[in-house]
């Protein structure tokens, strides 16, 4: 699975911004699809996660602001981000792996595939 996120940018505080991850190769609708972000000198830390069984998972500190969907028919990641704030500031990465159990998804090392990242900056 190749996977291409697209969407990133710089914005002020409260706003928003729409990533995108495309997929090519496997078969889409299988696979856990997530968002993690890493800032700089951090770990690259989950975002949120779009299951194949159909439930979405979130950060703690998202929740209420982000928002996870997909289309299998496009095999087409979505994270719509509002309210944004400074400490949202990262490089976002979409990431998939087909096997994952429901306690894994928020773990970066369990996932097989992941896009090359695009930056998001949030100004004050």
Not at 21 to 27: F, I, L, M, R, V
Not at 34 to 41: N, T, V
Not at 92 to 121: E, F, M, P
């Amino acid at each position: 699975v190749q996977l291409q996120a697209s969407g990133g940018g710089s914005v002020q505080t409260g706003g928003s911004l729409r990533l995108s991850c495309a997929a090519s190769g496997g078969t889409f609708s299988r696979y856990t699809m997530s968002w993690f972000r890493q800032a700089p000198g951090k770990e690259r830390e989950f975002v949120a996660a779009f299951r194949s069984v159909g439930t979405k998972h979130y950060a703690d500190s998202v929740k209420g602001r982000f928002t996870i969907s997909r289309d299998n028919a496009k095999k087409t990641v979505i994270l719509q981000m509002n309210s944004l704030r400074p400490e949202d500031t990262a490089v976002y990465h979409c990431a998939a792996d087909a096997s994952l159990i429901l306690s894994s998804i928020g773990d970066a090392n369990a996932y097989d595939y992941w896009g090359q990242g695009t930056q998001v900056t949030v100004s004050s």
